[in-house]
Every structure is written in structure tokens, then in C-alpha cells.
Nanobody, 114 residues
Framework: QVQLMESGGGDVQAGGSLRLSCGAS????????MGWYRQAPGKQRELVAR???????NYADSVKGRFTISRDDAKNTGYLQMNSLKPEDTAVYYC????????WGQGTQVTVSS
């Protein structure tokens, strides 16, 4: 059974930082594509960052230079380091693994106040 558990969300002022974690069980992250997505109220879910099994990454233009996706293979945990946060980053953030059709975590709320 595959489970993804996000944590690390919260309330932060603009310019601040947060680090999201995605703990995985039932799937090995380093063998699959892992992604972070977000969904703001009234908007569609969008890709924020993605890491492939080989370690290559790509980012949404809106977060390039501010967010960093990473992975700890020993802990089977993915991370999203978010710096220089802006109010428009406010959303529920979801971890995804592209394994057998894809699995999602439950999401973690990030709220950035101006």
C-alpha cells in the first residue's frame, strides 16, 4: 500500500521560508518521478517542481530561483524548500509520485501573508 504524508506547511509572512516534507511508504521515491503540486482556492492544481529518478529537476517559472526540490534516499523522503515566499504562493501543497498511475498525499496548507 502506497502512502505519502506531507508535513511542514503553515503560516508565514512574505519573504519567509518553509520546508515541506513528503514521507513515502510502499514506494521507493528514487526509482520514480516525484513532484510537488499546489492548488489555490478557485484554481486548478498546478505543478510546482518535479524530480526524476536520476535526480534531474524542473520547476514552474513562478518558483524558479526560490524553491528547491530534493530527496533523501535513505529516509525515502522528498522535500520542497521554499524561500522568499510571496502571498501568491498561498495554496494547499501536494506530493505526488508517478508510480502505477500516480499517488497523492493528503496535502498541507501554506499561507503567506503580506
Amino acid at each position: 500500500q502506497v502512502q505519502l504524508m506531507e508535513s511542514g506547511g503553515g503560516d508565514v509572512q512574505a519573504g519567509g521560508s518553509l520546508r515541506l516534507s513528503c514521507g513515502a511508504s510502499g514506494v521507493i521515491l528514487r526509482f520514480n518521478v516525484m513532484g510537488w503540486y499546489r492548488q489555490a482556492p478557485g484554481k486548478q492544481r498546478e505543478l510546482v517542481a518535479r524530480m526524476r529518478s536520476g535526480g534531474s529537476t524542473n520547476y514552474a517559472d513562478s518558483v524558479k530561483g526560490r524553491f528547491t526540490i530534493s530527496r533523501d534516499d535513505a529516509k525515502n523522503t522528498g522535500y520542497l524548500q521554499m524561500n522568499s515566499l510571496k502571498p501568491e504562493d498561498t495554496a494547499v501543497y501536494y506530493c505526488n509520485v508517478d508510480y502505477r498511475g500516480g499517488y497523492w498525499g493528503q496535502g498541507t496548507q501554506v499561507t503567506v501573508s503580506s
